[in-house]
């Protein structure tokens, strides 16, 4: 091979090798994402365990992304890889899930006032648009569930405090983890009217009202999750 042919096969494999590191990432990410989205909706239980092979024959993808979406999931919170054994749902304790539901309720709280002290139309826009995904899914208690988080997670991401949001994201992730309220239709809707009281509140930049709303709201939500235990 030419000097010229060694240049331009050294500079093909240059560019090659961060586009295969790209390509690998982002399927770790769908991978991720994927699994995230099975422990949410409970169809992956805490202590369930997560087999290499089965989820990279599953979404049709490498072994490679799968176990770097397990180290993801790990650094996450969600997973815990045991050696010699493989890789598990964690489970949360009562005590851990007061704990993460605490840091929830502060980091909310403090969300509410950035939010009320900068809030905008477009913004109130999307809040309602996640309300009225709860009002539809009130029949629905998974479905409520989730969308009740997707409003938490608009509201605290409205806020403009990146750092404030990915801590927020973590504790509700791991969250999930801990047994989940059973709610009548009649609670949801009570929960529903409370979270558009929260609304209301940023909507007139009253951050004092928007807080004693959210804790009005996170007082039932402990409450559920007693009746639970």
Request: aromatic fraction near 4%.
């Amino acid at each position: 091979m030419t000097r010229d042919a060694d240049l331009r096969s050294a500079s093909r494999a240059e560019v090659a090798t961060p586009l295969a590191l790209v390509r690998q990432h982002s399927l770790a990410d769908l991978v991720r994402d994927e699994i995230e989205r099975c422990i949410a909706r409970g169809q992956l239980a805490p202590g369930a365990k997560l087999v290499e092979t089965e989820w990279a024959a599953r979404l049709q993808v490498s072994r490679g992304p799968v176990r770097e979406a397990f180290r993801a999931l790990e650094q996450a919170g969600l997973v815990r890889n045991e050696k010699h054994r493989g890789v598990f749902v964690r489970s949360v304790s009562g005590a851990e899930a007061d704990e993460l539901a605490s840091l929830c309720s502060v980091l909310e709280e403090a969300a509410c006032r950035m939010l009320a002290a900068r809030i905008d139309a477009a913004q109130v826009g999307a809040l309602h648009e996640r309300l009225e995904a709860m009002r539809t899914a009130l029949a629905d208690e998974d479905a409520f569930a989730r969308a009740c988080e997707a409003f938490r997670d608009a509201l605290v991401e409205a806020a403009g405090n990146g750092k404030l949001y990915e801590a927020w994201r973590r504790a509700a992730n791991e969250r999930r983890l801990s047994p989940r309220e059973q709610q009548s239709e009649a609670a949801r809707q009570a929960s529903c009217a409370r979270h558009r009281a929260v609304l209301n509140a940023l909507a007139s930049r009253d951050a004092d009202e928007a807080v004693a709303q959210m804790r009005t709201q996170e007082k039932h939500d402990e409450r559920d999750v007693d009746d639970v235990r």
